[in-house]
């Protein structure tokens, strides 16, 4: 099966910090998720971004699929966006891979 | 327009005792999927199911657990005889199709004692 692999495991931020976290997937998919998993344990979708760039506030994706990786940005970190991010591709069948994910403390 | 629920958010069972978890997908959506995260881990895909069809329950193990998803009502993921090592959170994600974007419920932390 497809594997998926996400850098750095573990991120320790100041506040105000920019960040960048990566995914890179070894085969060719349909859909790519991003998802913010907060210290309550709720998955937040960031972005469905099987391709291309997409922005929302601080966070930004960038998803270049003939090169099989997704990057994360986050911009301006604040203490809220601790929690573990995950990405989650699609091949064929409609299941989600996950990766085990980056663990990101921001510290005030 | 509410978004993919679950009930019951937190249960605990003693060995043995069966585990009814349930999902109502977002409105609109006929295809639903169950993933389950072990403490620590990562989230394993579990079943993928249609209104009264399952599609892939290639992630499942092939006791005690069984998933359904009825013409009328949520989502059922069922498992019998729970045993300490199905402590997990159990997320329900849905879509309104095969592909795209998939939404996932706040999930349920299932505790065996």
């Known amino acids: 099966g497809i594997q998926v692999e996400q850098s750095p495991p573990d991120l320790i931020l100041q506040e105000g910090a920019n960040s960048t976290l990566r995914c890179n997937f070894s085969d060719s998919v349909n859909n790519l998720q991003w998802f913010h998993q907060n210290p309550w344990g709720q998955l937040i979708n960031l972005f469905y971004?099987?391709?291309g760039t997409k922005q929302n506030g601080r966070l930004s994706a960038t998803t270049v699929a003939t090169e099989r990786y997704s990057l994360l940005y986050i911009s301006s970190s604040q203490t809220t966006d601790s929690g573990v991010y995950f990405c989650a591709v699609e091949t064929s069948g409609s299941r989600l891979t996950f990766g085990e994910g980056t663990q990101l403390t921001v510290n005030p | 327009n509410a978004g993919v629920m679950q009930n019951p958010r937190h249960l605990v069972r003693r060995r043995g005792q069966e585990a009814r978890l349930r999902c109502s997908p977002m409105?609109?959506?006929?295809?639903v999927y169950w993933y389950r995260q072990l403490p620590e881990e990562g989230l394993k895909f579990m079943v993928y199911l249609q209104k009264e069809n399952i599609i892939d329950e290639s992630g499942m193990p092939k006791e005690r657990f069984s998933a359904e998803f009825p013409k009328e009502g949520p989502s059922i993921l069922r498992i019998q005889q729970v045993v300490r090592g199905d402590s997990a959170a159990y997320f329900c994600?849905?879509?309104?199709?095969?592909?795209?974007?998939?939404?996932f419920g706040p999930g349920t932390r299932l505790t065996v004692t």
């Open positions: 971004i099987p391709s």
């Open positions: 409105k609109g959506h006929s295809h």
């Open positions: 994600a849905s879509s309104f199709g095969s592909t795209g974007e998939q939404y």
